[in-house]
């Protein structure tokens, strides 16, 4: 049997369009990965890095998922900035990762800043929606409302002393429903205590992120005699008058954003325990359930 030129030309152009669709769905499939948020990724990244660290042989596969990671993280410490797992997707990271390569790092907060303005900030407004399922924040949502008020009016140096208090409070709340009282309240440290706890749960790179933030600049200690703070959210220098300068649109979204990430976590938290408490076997009088 012989097989014309005729013949093979549509089979051709079947198999080359057949690929095309193939690489092009397979390129959309990716598009839509890299938008994702990281934290619909951080866990299976963070898991198959701990299986590519079982026998120690793949370091460089190693270093190479945990490079970019480490540098981001690195860079918005030096900024005074965490991990936004919510917010940053790949385009978000690529272009904190441009600004730090190119040496534009003081670019940075106004980039941060940038993706809350859009849609005259219905992203933030969208967030803070959620947090009045917590009965602490839903009792102080008029606070919660203004500052927001204030916050897309450029009023900052409202919102971050309105807003502190809110973050402390939350905290230790958090602290006596789910990690117990302190025995001796006078040395109650609930900002350290959430920060350990929040970082054993939340996947390495987000823990780490947001427990340095809470530790090394929001809740760092602040020397009263020299006055030399280490921050300029710094909940100590701000709330005992001892800086100004604070009021900047960086610094408020700042106090909203550990506002919404303590919110989310502290509801992830309470949805666990409910679930736990439903599946757990209960025991009537008589009668054990093993």
Known sequence: ??????????????????????????????????????????????????????????????????????????????????????????????????????????????????????????????????????????????????????????????????LLPLVDGLMRRFRKEHLGRSKNPKRSNSEDKFAAYYRRKQPRLFGKSVASFIREHMFATFDFNNGASPSSINRHAILHGQIFDYGTEANSLRVFLLLDTISQFVQAVERRRKTSAVCKPSTKAGTTFE
């Open 1 to 162: 049997m012989i097989v014309t030129q005729t013949e093979i030309r549509p089979i051709r152009q079947f198999i080359g369009h057949l690929a095309r669709s193939v690489f092009n769905t397979l390129g959309e499939f990716a598009k839509k990965i890299d938008e994702l948020p990281l934290e619909d990724k951080q866990e299976i990244k963070e898991g198959l890095i701990d299986l590519l660290s079982i026998n120690g042989k793949h370091r460089a596969s190693v270093r190479l998922l945990t490079r970019e990671d480490d540098e981001l993280s690195r860079i918005l410490s030096a900024r005074g900035w965490w991990i936004l797992q919510r917010d940053i997707n790949g385009p978000v990271k690529r272009e904190l990762l441009r600004l730090e390569r190119e040496r534009k790092t003081s670019g940075i907060d106004c980039f941060l800043c940038s993706l809350f303005n859009e849609n005259d900030g219905a992203r933030l407004g969208e967030r803070i929606e959620d947090w009045f399922k917590l009965p602490y924040l839903a009792d102080r949502k008029q606070i919660i409302l203004d500052s927001l008020e204030a916050h897309k009016s450029g009023k900052w140096t409202l919102t971050v002393p309105a």
